[in-house]
């Protein structure tokens, strides 16, 4: 497979994780593991642009695939615009849920043309939930971001 | 948790997928996207020796018209059904149920086929394959079936394939498709729905009058209710069909709601489903 556009080969036991895989495997610890059966949205990733749970994946099913993580939206120093406006908009607290959501939104920021409400913006991300913030920030840091791009993750 | 021991086999093709089938048996389960298997396998609620991957198989992941049906390949995930033109144009029901389906990273990468096989009994394809006249064809290494969906759900989990069956696709009916209705409710976005009503109905020129009224979340599997249907079928009423739902039906009470609640629950997804299908019929959109 290939993790943000670094190619990985190596033999897994068939029944490690996804999430297990980045994190304890090849180190990728940004990948947060909350529930293990696909409710709290904190191990998104994206498998060849789609946003899926990397809880709910054996590593072996993304054999061949392109796997992008939090670790590669920020650019060196230079943080993707759905980071920075998290970071601006204050869309974090601790920070647990924040590489999940990081990864659904840019999910939405690569397809979505224009501004969505901010109905549909809670309603794209019910699957991310977060404990701190009480959603308000991450809708404004949403909106930011949608606002500012309306092509690619960036 | 994290999932048991098991082997881990991808094949490439369907004959070798069977065969794996074949030759393992009841020790062996399909994989498909993983959205209900890979929670059972983490929780241990499943505990297969050999875990046979079908995703890599090409030739499953297909939406094809037919004269009066549309075929779907198992592997067709449910965020297609959800944004393919075709479903939109053919299914609208197909693609309504979809985007109810869990979040979106679970649509991306949950399939129809999984669903169907599964049978979660608040499931949704169930539902709509039982109004859309529906059928699941299910392929071993000795042969190819196809059991309609009235007798393919059996119970909770349990399906009328044998353990060396792949569903290969399901067929939905097209019969009545443009007639629909849908509703289903929710206790938050994302989760699995307490009531499901799916209604689609013969074309007012159609004297047969013909109606289907499938529910999920009733009984230990989708439904259709024999009593709602005859009353849209007679007087063309959503109030009577609704009623006649509501009294068919004692599902149990948990956690989520009462048996009373449930039942009020059926009353308004039906009449809402029945307004819309009506509504439809009458060559007019239903509002919200
Ligand atoms: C958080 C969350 C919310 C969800 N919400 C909903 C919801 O609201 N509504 C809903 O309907 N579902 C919901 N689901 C379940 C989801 O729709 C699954 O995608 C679906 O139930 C199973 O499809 P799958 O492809 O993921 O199958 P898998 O998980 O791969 O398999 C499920 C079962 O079916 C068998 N199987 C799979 N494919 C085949 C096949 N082709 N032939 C024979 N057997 C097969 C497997 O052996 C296994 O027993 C939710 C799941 C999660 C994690
Ligand atoms: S850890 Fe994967 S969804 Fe919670
Ligand atoms: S910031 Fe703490 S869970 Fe979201």
Request: charged share 20%.
């Amino acid at each position: 497979m290939e993790v943000n556009g670094r190619a990985v080969t190596t033999e897994v036991d068939g029944r490690m994780l996804l999430s297990d895989f980045l994190r304890g495997v090849i180190g990728l610890t940004g990948t947060h593991v909350g529930c293990e059966h696909g409710y709290c949205g904190s191990c998104t990733v994206l498998i060849d642009g789609a946003s899926a749970r990397s809880c709910l994946m054996l590593a072996a099913q993304a054999n061949g695939s392109m796997v992008s993580t939090v670790e590669g939206l920020a650019d060196g120093e230079q943080l993707s615009i759905v980071q920075q406006a998290f970071k601006s908009c204050h869309g974090l607290q601790c920070g647990f849920c924040t590489p999940g959501l990081l990864m659904a939104v840019s999910e939405m920021a690569a397809e979505t043309a224009s501004s969505p409400s901010r109905d549909l913006i809670r309603e794209q991300l019910a699957g991310n939930l977060c404990r701190c913030t009480g959603y308000h920030q991450i809708v404004d840091a949403v909106e930011q971001a949608l606002g500012s791009t309306s092509r690619g993750p960036r | 948790m994290k999932p048991p021991k098991f082997r881990y086999h991808a094949p490439s093709s369907l004959d070798e997928a069977l065969d794996l089938l074949a030759t393992y048996g009841d020790d062996a389960v399909v994989l498909s996207g993983g959205q209900s298997l890979i929670p059972m396998l983490n929780l241990r609620l499943a505990r297969p020796a050999e875990v046979v991957d079908i995703a890599r198989i090409d030739g499953l992941g297909y939406v094809e018209a037919g004269e009066c049906s549309v075929s779907v390949g198992a592997l067709v995930t449910h965020r297609k059904m959800e944004t393919d033109p075709e479903v939109a144009r053919l299914l609208p029901m197909a693609r309504e149920a979809a985007g109810l389906i869990g979040f979106r990273a679970i649509r991306n990468r949950g399939t129809v086929g999984g669903s169907v096989a599964h049978a979660d009994p608040s499931a949704e394809w169930p539902a709509v394959l039982l109004a859309l006249d529906g059928s699941v064809e299910m392929r071993s290494s000795s042969g190819v079936r196809q059991v309609d969906a009235s007798d393919f759900f059996k119970s909770v989990f349990t399906t009328a394939r044998r353990p060396d069956e792949i569903v290969s696709s399901v067929r939905f009916g097209s019969r009545f498709a443009g007639n629909w209705g849908f509703s289903e409710f929710q206790r938050r976005t994302g989760d699995f729905a307490v009531v499901v009503a799916a209604v689609a109905c013969a074309d007012s020129s159609d004297r047969s009058g013909e109606t289907r009224v499938a529910l999920a979340g009733v009984a230990d599997r989708p439904v259709r209710c024999a009593e709602a249907e005859a009353a849209l079928a007679d007087a063309s009423d959503p109030r009577a069909a609704a009623e006649a739902a509501r009294d068919a039906f004692d599902p149990a009470g948990d956690a989520h709601g009462s048996t009373a609640y449930r039942k009020q629950l059926v009353y308004a997804q039906v009449l809402r489903a029945a307004t819309q299908a009506l509504t439809r019929r009458a060559g007019r959109r239903p509002d919200g």
